[in-house]
């Protein structure tokens, strides 16, 4: 990478950067935010400029940031000639659209918005030109698709303008959908994704089965791009764009983006027989069909995107020749059609501006009016037309040379014959732009009285009509190099011989460009009938069928999403599983399973018991699982058999874990079935349960299937590492801990965080539900029937305050012997939060809610936020986040212990464990209150300590 | 004893899709409370297992030790399957306080919402 061609990643940026800028500049008026538009373009320019004597000596330049070198991504560049040209017409023509809209749009349209749009665009267009990644070009390829969606539906108020967007959308973005295949098929034949090594592969690519699907979709790509046919209709519907975007997508450069790709491409993909009788094919149909409908087109706009799209489809034919000579003609009116198109669109819209109408039929006479716009517009449409001494003429006239020596199918004529016909109607509207709109008596009816308009709108038309006749005078001189070096890029060979003049002698191209322009003329001074007749004619209308077509594709999707998700969540469930169960199967049923290596351990009877009990109690679940209560008990005990099988299997912290998880889980449900009906209705007949037991059945055996597979065969583990390294490392001796609060602390972080946000979700549920219709159904539904008359009992209350001390101080030991033996934060957490549980549930939710002073939020967070100062503890000691650190201390009176930060951290655990916990059942407590129970501001409902006092006390 | 937790497994695993393909919240919760014992052991089971082998390191000479990352990493969804099992019968509790019953299929429309395609008729 040389230094120069540094700039060329910082040329492809610099219009996103600008992108953020319009939208705040155009707080400081207009005039500022285009200044600051052109800022970036400007800038971006020179830099091109700055480049551009290396790349026109030959040179190609390059520049790559690797990204992902194993996807062959990178973001890397290159500009020859050809991305100098097209670099150049796009950063040239962004400047001119950028000054011409300062003053197109009224006061009204939001302009920062609009610039911001346009350099997005203009960023995505550049980045087109310049990627040598093809995945990257798709990318910005995309990038136009969308930032063109943005600008053509720029006035939401139309619905032209949205309707319009939405088509170009669909269009190029299905387009961009095929390329992206195309693109990626390209890439597997060449071996890279980069476009300088694909350039030099043309010859296996061709020879290469996959040469024609990747033809196809990539052709499809840029077909839909240019607006070939099929493909053109959404051109003209994407006029409803103001006319700035018109000018300056529709003529210069996006719809350019499949010529340009297709002349990117030409050295790989030309010269077979498939791509002349596609691309060439494509084009002249184009190209004809295009000018005939232009010529009966009343809107100016319409008539110009008409001639667009004829226009494009001529590149395309002289793309699809595969001839060099045919590909340098190409390159050569790319020039010259963005030169005299952009002016053309620029006249339209001042035209439109001035006289408030685009329908031929209602101007004409306006050349007295509007003198300068006239001289601009004729001179441009004159070259468009093909007239000598414009540049127009000089490309049509190699055009047509070329289109003389082809022969299609056997047939010698056809080619010459059609390129013809179109260059006859392309001479007959050119000359009716001119005609109906700027001669002709002056009318009176104007919807508004015509005038030209100021400097600023007329500058950027009358500078490219200036180039129009530079280029038509002196070819060699102004346009001759870049021309010879993108031309050179396009072939990426050697040039074949030709020569930019205006008078090439007696040639086949002379008498048919005679033929056009006096075929056009005619055409012209016949128009009335003619388009009376064009008009009688049944012609498709594009529009109806594309909103035809996406109607019956968003009825269809509509059916499928109705039909496949009717909201039974049980179907969704039961589709699920069994599907799983087949895809396991199937993969099962595909691989072969190694002989077991491991021998089975033997169950001694206590085990069998407890595996028993296991297999009823959850056979007791799913048979009275509709009496809620009981079902809930069962559940207990299965909780209770598992957590005896962890101690049994030799995994004593799960062991303690599961079973206070099982204590908080059933207290939660028990006190959340208070406020649901306690049994369950039946719903489903025998058939839906049969089904659902067969499938449960199936999903179950599969399971367990799997389970047995693994548990007798040997594996290898990662936990060496984790039993090696605990002691020296963690400072711990129970390896699960120290794994926990230290090998893999982060994720622990990160649950801790996720129980808190669960305690705290729930709170915010219960307060969203009490501010609704629920708390009305609370306050009106009776509970008491099922509510016990000795609701806080003596026993319980007594026992319970009994226990706390001896409760806290469990856990406490737990916590504290965490590091080195079963325990931890975890458990103790959970065990804490059950001793405090048991308070609650024996003496009130409000006598215990007053004797504790800490609220369950913050210490939630002070859980959260003590951890995570441990872990970040850990930077101050120049460590990675959450390395922990431990020393040995030794007081007299006390066996030496250990001081570790981990315990600091299990600290937090600890604390966020907690107070999640509680927070959930405070939640739960709060809608108590709202079912009308009463408040007990004493411990127990019935306390002999008080003996008659407390009974004056209930009365009063 | 690998028998004996396979099955325990195959058995929970069933018992759960069995109870989450019901129509109405509670049993869903019960499934789902079902397939987190199924899922956890399931989990735990990867380790193998082992009797006696607790991986708390012995200070005294060698001993076996079971494998304890699957250990650390079913204690963490343990708790986090309370969390979730929380969540949801608050969910469920607020579906019910708010609709008067606890079905979990949308299949019916709403009565507001049939209103309106009458009206639309």
Redesign the interface.
Known sequence: MSGASGLLPIIAILPFLGALVPGLMIRAGRTACAMFTAAPTLLALIMLLVLAPAVMQGEVLRAEIAWLPQLGLSASFFLDGLGLLFAGMILGVGLLITLYARHYLSGDDPMGQFYTYLLLFQGAMLGIVLSDNILLLLIFWELTSLSSFLLIGYWKHLPEGRQGARMALAVTGAGGLAMIGGMLILGEIAGSYNLTDILQQGEAIRASDLYLPALILILVGAFTKSAQFPFHFWLPHAMAAPTPVSAYLHSATMVKAGVFLMARMWPVLSGTEAWFYLVATTGLVTMVIGAAIALFKDDLKALLAFSTVSHLGLLTMLLGFGTPLAAVVAVFHVINHLTFKAALFMSAGIVDHAAHTRDIKRLGGLAKLMPVTTVIAAAAALSMAGIPLFNGFLSKEMMLEEAAHTSWAGSAWAVPALATVGALLSVAYSFRFVAHVFLGPVRDDYPAQPHDPPFGLWASPALLVALVLLIGLFPAATVGPLVAVAGGAVIGGELPGYSLKIWHGVTPALFMSVIAVAGGAFLLWRHRPLDRLWNAMPRPEAKAIFDAVVGRAAAASRHLTEASH??????Y??IF?AATVALGYAAWSDGGLAAPT?G????PPL??VG?VM??VA??S??AM??R?FQ??VL?GI??LM?SA??I???????AL??IS?ET??IL??LL??H???KT??R??GPVLRLR??A???V???G???L??A???R??S???DY??AN??EGGGG????NV??VDF?GY??YG?II??GI??L??YA??E??LN???AR??RNTDYSTDRSRDRHPLMMVIGTRVMMPIAVMVGVYIFLRGH???GGG?VAG?VISIALLMQYMASGFAWAQARQQIEYHSMIGWGVVVAGLTGAGAWLAGQPFLTSAFGYVHLPPIEEFELATAMLFDLGVFLT?LG?VML?LY??SR?ARYAGETVNVEPMDYDPSQGAEADEKEGR | MELVVASSVGVLTAGGVYLILRPRAFPVILGLALLSYAVNIFLFSTGRLAVDAPPILSKYGDAAYTDPLPQALVLTAIVISFGMTAVLVMIALGAYLESDHDKVDMTEPEDGGAAEKDRAQ
């Open positions: 009717n909201g039974a969540i049980t179907r469930l039961a599983v491991r089975l351990l033997p169950v085990v069998a595996w296991l297999l959850t056979a679940v799913v699982h509709r809620r079902a809930l559940v299965i909780g598992i099988g962890f049994y299997l030799s995994a004593p912290d799960l874990t599961q998880v908080v889980t939660l449900l959340a079935l406020f649901m009906p369950t209705p719903d489903n659902d037991a499938i449960a059945l999903a179950g055996g399971v367990a299937a389970a047995y693994f548990l007798v040997d594996f583990t990662i936990s984790h039993l605990s002691y001796t129970n390896v699960v794994i926990l893999r994720d622990t649950e996720v129980l669960a305690g979700t729930i549920l219960m969203a539900l609704g219709p629920a159904r609370l080195n033996q079963p975890f959970l464990v999640a959930m939640s739960l809608i």
